[in-house]
């Protein structure tokens, strides 16, 4: 199995533009977890899906951040429009629920936004 | 919600030595325990977990121990290596519930 696949791996940006990440969960996996990682907030979930529906979105720092599960290979999230704050690394994590929670993370978008 | 407060933020120990990271969590509910293991610019992976009814869990250099009473847990790792420099996390979630809230984070550095 390729793990779970996110792209792009860097994306550089200007304010106030769109920004769109996207992950592909391991084959077979029912969760898929945003995270997102910075120096001074450690690692953040953002929002997490189980059977490609939003089950906790209380991360997610405000609206201009939005994610989408259209099926059980894909998800997105979007920044819209983007500040120099969302500047981080944000990582996709996917696992099968049965009686192990172990989560597989991507390598990780790196996003600056100047 | 959860909170979960880990320490020392940094470590730095003798390659040889043990090293001892510590958790705490706040919601009695929480049952399951992860530890993740971040190398520099890599993804967090998974090394070492505990679920709330075992107390504590091996597995060849490294284990967990768990104290449900006073809602703390710890990474034990012994013989450490330089591989073993690395940020270390540890997480907590409840009961059928996948949701891990994750602590700060130690750097372990390990000095040859």
């Known amino acids: 199995d390729a793990g779970v696949i996110q792209s792009p791996r860097h994306e550089v940006t200007e304010m106030g533009q769109e920004v769109t990440l996207r992950c592909k969960p391991i084959s077979g996996h029912n969760s898929l977890f945003w995270y997102r990682q910075t120096m001074m907030r450690g690692l953040e979930l953002l929002i997490y899906?189980?059977?490609?529906?939003?089950?906790?979105d209380s991360g997610m720092p405000e609206d201009r951040f939005s994610a989408k599960m259209p099926n059980a290979s894909f998800s997105t999230l979007k920044i819209q429009p983007s500040e120099p704050r969302d500047s981080a690394v944000y990582f996709c994590a996917s696992s099968l629920q049965t009686d192990s929670y172990e989560q597989y993370f991507g390598p990780g978008t790196r996003l600056t936004v100047t | 919600g959860e909170n979960v407060e880990q320490h020392p933020s940094t470590l730095s120990v003798q390659e040889g030595d043990s090293a001892v990271i510590k958790c705490t969590y706040s919601?009695?509910?929480?049952?399951?325990f992860p530890w993740y293991k971040q190398e520099l610019g890599k993804r967090p992976q998974l090394i070492i977990d505990i679920r709330s009814n075992v107390g504590e869990k091996k597995d060849q250099r490294i284990a967990v121990t768990l104290n449900k009473t006073a809602k703390h847990f710890s990474l034990h790792i012994t013989e450490t290596q330089p591989e073993d420099s690395a940020v270390y996390f540890c997480?907590?979630?409840?009961?059928?519930?996948?949701?891990?809230?994750f602590g700060t984070g130690t750097r372990l550095t390990i000095i040859p």
């Open positions: 899906f189980n059977n490609n529906v939003p089950i906790d």
């Open positions: 997480a907590a979630s409840g009961f059928g519930n996948e949701k891990l809230t």
């Open positions: 919601d009695s509910a929480s049952n399951y």
